[in-house]
């Protein structure tokens, strides 16, 4: 036996040691690799459906030209949509959130679209699983629950200029009977049935 047939012998696996033709060590390494894309599939489902973490959907695109003055976001705020239900407009731009407060009732299941006619902005809401990445031209949505009364602020999470750290509103969680006899108050302040006491707690 030469001596250069040798050395290339010793640089093989041993035939035994192979499983159809692959070394144990790279079998471990692709096990590792499947059961870490098997724990990564299982993460984002779980987040995904369980957690309800969303990616900010792509829903429509709109023109950031005209998405202050055209459409929903020209009247940014609160609206109702059956029972329980209701959607948000919400306009991100430098330096500002338009509405500056919003005011649900305890319980409403609300769909946030967030949009900006300017520049790239944040918008998260404190103490909830509520942060997207606003960027012109795009409608970013989530959907949240809210079943918790008191005041939950809304910050840009994306630095946008010198007066990026004064833009910010609050989600006002209050009780169905305050809903209510605010609403009745911004339209009808005579109205006095069955809400009258709780209207005159909010008023008073
Ligand atoms: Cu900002």
Redesign the pocket.
């Known amino acids: 036996m030469s001596a250069p047939d040798t050395l290339e012998r010793e640089q093989e696996p041993a035939d035994e040691h192979l499983t159809m033709g692959i070394d144990p060590w790279e079998k471990n390494w692709m096990l590792v690799s499947i059961v870490l894309l098997v724990v990564f599939a299982a993460a984002i489902t779980v987040a995904g459906f369980a957690a309800g973490f969303q990616l900010p959907g792509e829903e429509s695109e709109v023109d950031p030209r005209t998405v202050a003055t055209e459409g929903p976001w020209a009247e940014p705020g609160l609206r109702e949509l059956g029972e329980g239900r209701y959607e948000a407009y919400i306009l991100a731009q430098a ?1 500002s959130f338009a509405p500056r407060e919003l005011v649900v009732p305890i319980g409403a299941e609300v769909d946030i679209y967030v949009t900006s006619p300017d520049l790239q ?2 918008f998260k809401i404190t103490d909830t699983n509520v942060n997207m990445q606003i960027v012109p031209g795009q409608v970013s949505k989530l959907s949240f629950t809210f079943d918790e009364i008191g005041e939950f602020p809304y910050i ?6 010198s007066a ?1 750290a004064a ?1 910010f509103g609050t989600v006002k969680v209050v009780s169905q009977a305050d809903f209510d006899a605010a609403e009745s108050g911004a339209t009808d302040t005579s109205e006095a049935t069955d809400t009258s006491e709780a209207t005159a707690e909010a008023q008073g």
């Open positions: 330096w902005h944040g840009c999470t994306e630095y946008c200029g990026h833009m």
